[in-house]
């Protein structure tokens, strides 16, 4: 039998979709991960983005770290915090979280930049504070990319991730490529790939929608300071 088929057997076999092992406990994992690890980045590079994005201070810095941090090896990282600290969990939340921050850091700084000018001067003219300004004005007329840099940055971690069981101890969907890579259970590697690519394609869709929307909020809406 074909490749192709022995996958699709795989996939419908219903022993792959019950217990610890099965296909929704596996994509729960994969998805706690993903969420946990954009939660951490977000944290350090939101409110980053945003002061750069406001002052205009540490552009070029933040560009040059954004790109340093988009060159490391996610694998690499992986093994070198995991054999330094021996805890697994964290060594793929290192890597993972440093995956993510410069997607989020740049759709932050270039979501407040993409502001009209003449819209920030008019909020200060009626004297908006600095905050005022950042949080009445900026912020939600960026929104569009601000969800642009979280699409990103997720799509590369639930991608990413799947190489999270290359230590022992995290699970999620890599679990059913390594795995199936370690004893040539193809079919199992090729339906663990089809599962993490449909992943994808739905929270993809679900950003797309978001940010469509967001979007034609802030053509529809004309800026009122």
């Known amino acids: 039998m074909s490749v192709a088929s022995d996958s699709w057997d795989w996939l419908t076999d219903s022993a792959n979709w019950s217990g610890?092992?099965?296909?929704?406990?596996?994509?729960?994992?994969?998805?706690?991960?993903t969420g946990l690890t954009i939660a951490i980045a977000a944290v350090i590079a939101i409110p980053l983005g945003l002061y750069i994005g406001h002052t205009g201070?540490?552009?070029?810095?933040?560009?040059?770290?954004t790109g340093a941090l988009r060159a490391l090896p996610t694998l690499g990282v992986l093994t070198?915090?995991?054999?330094?600290?021996?805890?697994?969990?964290?060594?793929t939340?290192?890597?993972?979280?440093l995956l993510a921050?410069?997607?989020?850091?740049?759709?932050?700084?270039?979501?407040?930049?993409?502001?009209?000018?003449?819209?920030?001067?008019?909020?200060?003219?009626?004297g908006?504070?600095?905050?005022?300004?950042?949080?009445?004005?900026?912020?939600?007329?960026?929104f569009p990319l601000l969800v642009g840099g979280f699409r990103s940055a997720t799509l590369q971690v639930i991608a990413t991730a799947t190489i999270a069981p290359q230590v022992p101890g995290p699970g999620g969907l890599?679990?059913?490529?390594?795995?199936?890579?370690?004893?040539?259970?193809?079919?199992?590697v090729v339906g663990g790939a089809v599962i993490v690519i449909v992943l994808a394609l739905v929270v993809d869709l679900l950003f797309a929608v978001?940010?469509?929307?967001?979007?034609?909020r802030r053509v529809s809406t004309p800026d009122r300071v």
Request: aromatic fraction near 6%.
């Open 101 to 126: 921050i410069p997607p989020l850091l740049a759709g932050a700084y270039a979501g407040l930049e993409s502001v009209d000018p003449a819209t920030v001067d008019a909020a200060r003219a009626v």
């Open 20 to 33: 610890d092992a099965g296909i929704p406990h596996r994509t729960l994992e994969h998805l706690q991960y």
């Open 57 to 65: 201070r540490f552009r070029g810095l933040a560009v040059a770290s």
């Open 80 to 91: 070198l915090v995991s054999l330094n600290t021996g805890i697994n969990l964290t060594a």
């Open 93 to 97: 939340l290192v890597a993972l979280v």
């Open 128 to 142: 908006m504070t600095h905050w005022q300004v950042l949080w009445r004005v900026e912020v939600p007329l960026a």
């Open 174 to 188: 890599g679990v059913y490529l390594l795995g199936g890579l370690a004893v040539g259970d193809y079919p199992r």
């Open 210 to 216: 978001v940010q469509r929307l967001t979007t034609r």
